[in-house]
């Protein structure tokens, strides 16, 4: 179950799978949908509430720029940029200790990957990524993810998270191309150790009001 990382990246495949239509400034920035909008419909694959609202796009594509723009995008690159390279490999080393090496390099990779393939959705689904992206960046970006993420009891779960990125349609494409190339197992440990890892973002950065899914 090992993700490679060899893709082809248009400037619309990296606009959805983990960019996100976050929460707060984001939604604002793109006018999404009311609270009123954004039901919870059931639970997701992985746990937590399934998110029905549209996604903000101008936030991807800040996401996207952090990441190395279009051509070079990568999870651990965006992580960096937005966190700095010391505090990255503080959680890396964390993470290392708590999950062991292999499971979470196969998680930065998995979410490489989820995001070139959920952009390959959102292409053959017509969506386009602005060129202009919200005025997010560094710790500003990071608190969006994590607002993004966040569901209305306070919990952080991913499969929010790229509900919002993706809907939840695109998102649940995703999980069935990772199921069908790397297996079940893969696709669970990309959410749980995104899970763990936002929720250490949150508490690093101040919020300490976010709470661990259970999934972790």
């Not at 651990?76 to 390099?105: F, H, P, W």
Request: no cysteine.
């Amino acid at each position: 179950m090992k993700f490679t990382r060899k893709f082809s990246a248009a400037p619309v495949v990296l606009a959805a799978a983990l960019g996100l239509a976050f929460a707060g400034t984001a939604a604002a920035a793109d006018n999404a949908a009311p609270a009123t909008a954004q039901k919870d419909m059931g639970m997701n694959w992985f746990g937590g509430p399934i998110y029905t609202g549209a996604p903000a796009l101008t936030a991807t594509a800040a996401l996207v720029k952090a990441g190395g723009g279009a051509e070079h995008f990568t999870f651990d690159k965006a992580l960096v940029s937005m966190l700095g390279e010391k505090t990255v490999k503080a959680e890396v080393s964390k993470l290392n200790k708590q999950y062991g090496e292999k499971d979470v390099k196969n998680f930065i990779n998995g979410m490489t990957f989820a995001v070139h393939d959920g952009l390959k959705r959102a292409t053959e689904a017509g969506v386009k990524l602005p060129k202009a992206p919200a005025d997010l960046k560094g710790v500003k970006l990071a608190r969006a993810l994590v607002q993004a993420g966040t569901t209305p009891d306070g919990t952080f779960w991913s499969g929010y998270l790229f509900d919002k990125a993706l809907s939840h349609t695109i998102h649940n494409q995703v999980m069935a191309d990772i199921d069908v190339k790397y297996g079940h197992g893969a696709d669970e440990n990309t959410h749980k150790l995104l899970n763990q890892a936002m929720y250490d973002v949150a508490h690093a950065l101040g919020d300490t009001s976010v709470k661990l899914a259970s999934l972790h």
